[in-house]
């Protein structure tokens, strides 16, 4: 079964979390994306498959790559109806994207707790961004950090705006 639409997820966010390289098989049995985690830049990040099934109930599955062989796995039944609805994708995808960030709480938290400096936790849209300044030595090079990281989602957010206006919702 073909899904119409399905590049059209690219560029999804939420909390950090984007879809890029949405793309399906040739003969459109197997639909799939990676998740880029803009939170963390040591993460691998996610892997989103979507299976189309004839009873029009389709499994939506993420995948967090960096838990392989123990994978850690949240899907959910996803109908016709939510495809050929992007608001709607949308809300699945959150849904999703929280269930992953629940179950891989601990890994990385564990992880940003055991950093050194300053964490800071800046809040753009709704995106939570966290870095950190365990590598620098001095305060001037936090200032030189800070502001390429905002530099950096100044041009995110460009770009998201740039995206919004190709592709309304």
């Not at 979390?17 to 990040?45: C, F, H, K, P, R």
């Not at 599955?61 to 109806?81: F, M």
């Not at 200032?143 to 995110?156: D, G, I, P, R």
């Amino acid at each position: 079964m073909k899904i119409e639409g399905w590049d059209k997820i690219n560029g999804f966010a939420y909390k950090g979390y984007v879809i890029t390289n949405a793309d399906y098989d040739a003969q459109a049995n197997s639909y799939y994306a990676d998740i880029l985690n803009l939170n963390d830049s040591e993460s691998m990040g996610w892997f989103m498959n979507l299976w189309p099934q004839e009873n029009g109930v389709h499994l939506l599955k993420i995948t967090d790559v960096a838990t392989v062989p123990k994978s850690t796995i949240v899907q959910k039944g996803v109908t016709n109806s939510v495809l050929r609805n992007l608001r709607m994708f949308r809300v699945h995808y959150e849904g999703l994207v929280e269930e992953m960030i629940l179950l891989t709480t601990t890994h990385t938290s564990n992880r940003v707790s055991g950093t050194t400096g300053i964490i800071n936790q800046v809040q753009n849209a709704g995106t939570n961004v966290t870095y950190s300044s365990h590598s620098i030595s001095n305060g001037l090079s936090n200032l030189s950090v800070m502001q390429q990281a905002l530099n950096a989602m100044k041009e995110l957010e460009e770009q998201l705006d740039k995206l919004k206006k190709e592709y309304p919702l």
